[in-house]
């Protein structure tokens, strides 16, 4: 029984549906027929538009309460959702119900890393939206319940400048972390390889705050028959599945929507290699990175395989000849995990120190409203002292969310 | 000491160079001028030409005999290399100081999977350079040393029928194993959810011959960087390291090879859940794939999340409701390694006797010659009859290759 009611269960990874009213009440007149609003159509379906552009999925995968029988049905109005996904006071009951203490919601409409707000014509509405966002997470949401929620901001990555500022700003207002994309290259943005991400670095290094890294957040989804068609995106998350069609009359060959999800990590090693090798870490030795539904059964396997690759290749190209990959691994990434029991046999292979757990209310991988059920089996052969640090206090420590 | 003098080491990965008489000695005159042939440059490299196509390197990566600090020039001339690479009865002693019995070796000049005969203009011409290619592998490399060589064939698999003819062919000269793309999407054909590979995989079944999937060898090389510039490719595998470039004067972000390097793996995650969410298997009961240069630590990582996956989307996809990808995995799929200390550490969890060892000659990930002693070494703590499985007779077993 080593989930002893002392520990909090403490997820660093849960997602909030933006209610109508997110951008609307906060943006300046000029900007309200234009920025984020929602709108009925004429099939009762409520539909985010921007711009000029629709976004029809208000709330991709919002699934708590459903069945998995009842998967594969998109929620096309609110009322198709528990109020839990989308009002934070009737989130906190849920998380009562599941045995949750405290949680770090991501966003849904604008992309887990704010793509939306990047892909704005207008960049002044664009960055307008984004602090709306970022108002709304951590003055609305989070301070609904101070010690329930864990304050999540996102940055304005197109402009390094806004970026800096918008991360002080969100900073004094006592965010605890902020959304990265998992790789901005796929967003035509310049890799984790380029110093261009610096002053962004400097901050998180200045003010103690990790970045999160959330799977799909830099918009590229894995796999084969996703990538080989062409669409290096997740620009909408419904498109997983998609059709390579060639013209050639060939038979159909889509992957199920399965090959992605259960690939969803491949993101999160390819990020932190990037990392790894990037220069970066040892240009911000105090730069911390969680990997957001990255699962942590790999990290073993990287980071040997990672070591392996420095020790025979450093000669000959500009990687760190002396910092081990894997003493840069787990000293600044954490893993972050749903479900994950091979991870947490090899929980010290990984560091006991660097694990967190996730609950994913309201997606469909989130064991809701069992959760805590769930984590204290998966549990059972874990000591005490190794369980507490996983399901709480990692989390408080690399989040900077101490108890009240 | 778990490696006995009684158990031999079975590679089931190394690769081969072509020398440049493979094909000029067997394509028919009217081919001679446009098939591929060795041109020496003015600066006296050794260049592949093929129809109008040049490939600058001859070996890539072909660095045996050189120690890390060496490593990053590519040999341009066949004297740049140990007549090991590229001579089979040279190679036969390099095995000997280097503890190896028996190997089975990938080719070079044509691509792991043969994409440089997809690519010929003239397919003809295309068809008899990888006829050519297969006669040379078996009846002049493999015969060399008949215990010593596991005879790899190549498969035109831009037609099917001559897929299956040559499939057959090559099966009566005693091919142990077919090198086919670790994905076909990214080479500009059907994906491994298409039913278009059937008959392939209908002779793999008659025969029992395993179907090699090699890193690398469907042209995707893993990796943000890469893939956000458009670069799903490996044509070239010298362009792994790629510059990002979007003309907006952004500092330089290209990734060192040694990210793609360290994500191998990820291509074969790719291609075990592309195959084990396909359908294919279930309609394949007997077909056997080997992940080639792709490690085995995550092996029980991806299992364990496809089956997590499986468990809650099977009610709204159409893959199989009835067999865990977990099983499907242990039963179709092995695993080969170069070193992997953690795969090993968790080798029931992979399976016992899924789990085949890879020397990797003369690449750089190859721990030539002192491969028996590394092995060794890596095998300490495991029983006697389980290191006998992973060094030697899984192999044997798989590829149908016996002591004589």
Known sequence: MPLQDYMQIISVDDHLIEHPRVFTDRLPKKFQERG???VEDERGSHIWHFEDDIFPY????????????????????FDDMIPGCYDPAARVKDMDVDGVQAACCFPSFPGFGGRVFLRAKDKELGLASLQAWNDFSIEEWCATAPDRYIPLALLPIWDIE???????????MGARTISFPDSPAPLGLPSFHSDYWGPIWDVAEETGIPISLHF?????????SASASGLVTGENFSSVAVRYDDGSGLPKDE???????????????????????????????????????????????????????????????????????SELLKKHFWGCYITDDFGLANRHAIGIDRICVEIDYPHSDSEWPNSRKVIAESLLDVPDDEAHKIVELNARDVLNFPRV
């Open 36 to 38: 984020p609003r929602i």
């Open 58 to 77: 208000i709330g991709l995968n919002a699934v708590a309460g459903k069945s998995p029988e009842q998967f594969g049905m998109e929620p096309l109005r």
């Open 162 to 172: 806004a970026s800096v500022a918008e991360f002080r700003r969100v900073a004094a």
């Open 216 to 224: 799909g957040s830099g918009s590229f989804v894995p796999g084969f």
């Open 255 to 325: 992957a199920p929507n399965a090959v992605s999800f259960t690939l969803y990590a491949c993101n999160l090693m390819w990020s932190a290699t990037d990392l790894l090798f990037s220069g970066q870490l040892q240009k911000h030795p105090d730069l911390k990175f969680m990997l957001a539904e990255g699962g942590i059964g790999w990290i073993p396997y990287i980071a040997e395989r990672a070591d392996a690759v420095w020790s025979k290749h450093r000669y000959y190209q500009p990687i760190d000849f002396h910092a081990r990959p």
